[in-house]
């Protein structure tokens, strides 16, 4: 069963800055942020269409805009015990995110887009869903280290990503992995927070010496390793 979450989400592509004054402004902020749990390693595999639709609709602005990944946590790509099915919708600022728990798998060069679909179907994801995902091809995989920080009022939530690296996926339906390309000057900050608390985050933020920008690890990834 898909687990939906609703919400707002404000994005911040910092370098030329060091983590711990990031760190720094985030706990001195007037909402009293603190860290709820440990950091931990994102590991996410996108996909996307043969003519790579979600990513130009990113890079070309377009308002409602889609995203399919598998995310796991932790080192080690080779052996997944806990994958998860992420699709992710975007308007303007407001998105929400669809989850479905998978079975877990391994990505190796023998590993094909038709045992995939097998896992899917597997794991009980709806039939809609396993065939929209068939249709979407792998493209790109990417790694970073996650802080998190969550207000007094547990009304926003702050993540601190660092250590970025991307590689390539390519081959006639099965994985394969080429050069690893490598962040280590950028950090992406994220806000999230609840539709009702909008107004609120304006004030917790008004005076965060960062502008908002439009930052997917998505399209800095497919550059990177594409481009």
């Not at 598998?70 to 992420?86: C, N, Q, T």
């Not at 969550?150 to 990503?161: E, F, G, H, P």
Request: hydrophobic fraction near 35%; charge should be positive.
């Amino acid at each position: 069963m898909g687990k939906l979450n609703l919400r707002h989400e404000r994005k911040y592509f910092l370098t030329n800055i060091f983590y711990h004054q990031i760190e720094r402004l985030v706990k001195i902020n007037p909402a009293s942020f603190s860290k709820p749990y440990q950091d931990r390693i994102i590991n996410n595999v996108y996909f996307d269409t043969p003519g790579f639709d979600y990513y130009y609709e990113n890079v070309e602005g377009v308002s409602v805009r889609e995203k399919a990944r598998i995310r796991w946590y932790g080192d080690g790509e080779k052996g997944l015990s806990k994958p998860v099915l992420e699709y992710k919708n975007k308007i303007g600022l407001l998105g929400h995110k669809i989850s479905f728990k998978l079975q877990p798998m391994t990505l190796s060069d023998s590993f094909s887009r038709k045992a995939l679909q097998a896992n899917l179907l597997a794991s009980g994801v709806p039939r809609n869903f396993v065939d929209h995902f068939s249709c979407l091809r792998p493209c790109l995989m990417n790694s970073y280290h996650r802080s998190y920080f969550l207000s007094k009022n547990q009304r926003a939530r702050v993540t601190i990503d660092s250590n970025l690296s991307f590689r390539r996926f390519i081959g006639n339906g099965k994985l394969f992995t080429q050069a690893t390309a490598k962040r280590p000057d950028a950090f992406v900050v994220e806000v999230k927070y609840a539709q009702d608390a909008d107004e609120l985050v304006k004030d917790m933020f008004a005076e965060f010496p960062f502008s908002v920008t439009k930052s997917s690890k998505y399209v800095q990834g497919m550059q990177a390793v594409f481009m």
